[in-house]
């Protein structure tokens, strides 16, 4: 089985779905992490060297599991659900070819979040599953299935601590 993740920032998939893509890996599932955006405002400092170290923690963490990282490179906090970013996952959804999807939950908090549910929602069509991931609030959200996760909470530490 192939999973691919894909979180709107650098840290997103290690905070929203690393548990549960730990979980799959330990089943021998084929993992991808997609980050949408370059991270270039998830701190302070230069935004070019800010982007360039996010990038670097995010391939670390996709490396504890195995994963194969791919970065869009869209700028961080202006995540739009248009033409530009549904090609793009298309192509990446079509060249990656995964049985299931997991990204951010349609109604989270942030912008670029909401953004990416939109773009995988339309790219994904018909072509994959897609899961979403709960909120950092939880409200708002109805799971319909749940990742036992609690034998991978270590794992997950270890990769959020990479940022």
Not at 81 to 110: E, F, S
């Amino acid at each position: 089985m192939k999973i691919l993740a894909l979180g709107a920032h650098p840290d997103d998939i290690e905070i929203f779905m690393f548990g549960t893509m730990a979980a799959y890996a330990a089943q021998g599932a084929e993992l991808v992490f997609a980050i949408a955006t370059d991270g270039a405002k998830g701190g302070k400092g230069d935004p070019g060297l800010l982007a360039r170290a996010r990038r670097e923690e995010a391939a670390v963490a996709a490396d504890l599991l195995g994963g194969t990282p791919h970065f869009l490179d869209f700028p961080d906090g202006a995540l739009v659900a248009d033409a530009a970013l549904i090609a793009a996952l298309k192509a990446l959804i079509g060249d990656v070819k995964p049985d299931l999807a997991i990204t951010h939950a349609p109604n989270d908090y942030h912008g670029d979040h909401r953004a990416l549910s939109d773009g995988v929602r339309i790219a994904a069509s018909f072509a994959v599953p897609v899961l979403h991931a709960d909120t950092l609030g939880g409200t708002g959200f109805s799971p319909t299935h749940y990742v036992d996760i609690s034998g991978h909470f270590e794992l997950k530490a270890m990769a959020i601590r990479a940022h």
